[in-house]
Antibody, heavy 119, light 110 residues
Framework: QVQLVQSGAEVKKPGASVKVSCKASGYSFTGYYIHWVRQAPGQGLEWMGWINPNSGGTTYTQKFQGRVTMTRDTSISTAYMELSRLTSDDTAVYSC????????????WGQGSLVTVSS | QSALTQPPSASGSPGQSVTISCTGTSSDVGGYNFVSWYQQHPGKAPKLVIFDVTKRPSGVPDRFSGSKSGNTASLTVSGLQADDEADYYCTSYAGSNNFVFGTGTKVTVL
């Protein structure tokens, strides 16, 4: 069965960076895009960007350009999202999600990784 | 990109129907047939319930249906059940490899 398993919770200081991992299993990792979505406490979902695990090509939403980097390691079927220059506004649950067959929806989700930014 | 607009809340009694709207622009909802809907229970990951405006993933009951008219998409949940009480989010492809989420709607089963 398709599974996306993410890394654990992190606590970071303002100005630091965080790297969240998302390990895929149960399907061909290079056949489906991986999206990253975040949700601040008590807030809605926010799309951050996506990576094509086959080519490594990425698209980031304008809000995070210059601060986010999405990468992948096909040898271990794992995608990564690194966010730099963290502020308290970046405190959120960060989730990976698999792009569906047509690419325009998210059919499987990771369990989410809580990133807390606090001095 | 601005978030798509959803009503903050909606409610209905068991067995009734509730419809949630998702309003965007001609650059997102109105421009593509790539609207999807997600159900999220507290503390849980979102679950896909509708994709490509009207399609249901396998395992999602036919009580969930989607539609679109112009720049507004809608999700209807018929025959409301207690487990339908959750937050619901729409999302749309917005061109140039970008996506945008809705503001979210809390559905309460009275």
């Amino acid at each position: 069965q398709v599974q996306l398993v993410q890394s654990g919770a992190e606590v970071k200081k303002p100005g630091a960076s965080v790297k969240v991992s998302c390990k895929a299993s149960g399907y061909s990792f290079t056949g489906y895009y991986i999206h990253w979505v975040r949700q601040a406490p008590g807030q809605g979902l926010e799309w951050m960007g996506w990576i094509n695990p086959n080519s490594g090509g990425t698209t980031y939403t304008q809000k995070f350009q210059g601060r986010v980097t999405m990468t992948r390691d096909t040898s271990i079927s794992t995608a990564y999202m690194e966010l730099s220059r963290l502020t308290s506004d970046d405190t959120a649950v960060y989730s990976c999600a698999r792009g569906g067959t047509t690419g325009y929806y998210f059919d499987y989700w990771g369990q989410g990784s809580l990133v807390t930014v606090s001095s | 990109q601005s978030a798509l607009t959803q009503p903050p809340s909606a409610s209905g009694s068991p067995g009734q129907s509730v419809t949630i709207s998702c309003t965007g622009t001609s650059s997102d909802v109105g421009g593509y047939n790539f609207v999807s809907w997600y159900q999220q229970h507290p503390g849980k990951a979102p679950k896909l319930v509708i994709f490509d405006v009207t399609k249901r993933p396998s395992g999602v009951p036919d009580r969930f249906s989607g539609s679109k008219s112009g720049n507004t998409a809608s999700l209807t949940v018929s025959g409301l059940q207690a487990d339908d009480e959750a937050d619901y989010y729409c999302t749309s492809y917005a061109g140039s490899n970008n996506f945008v989420f809705g503001t979210g709607t809390k559905v309460t089963v009275l």
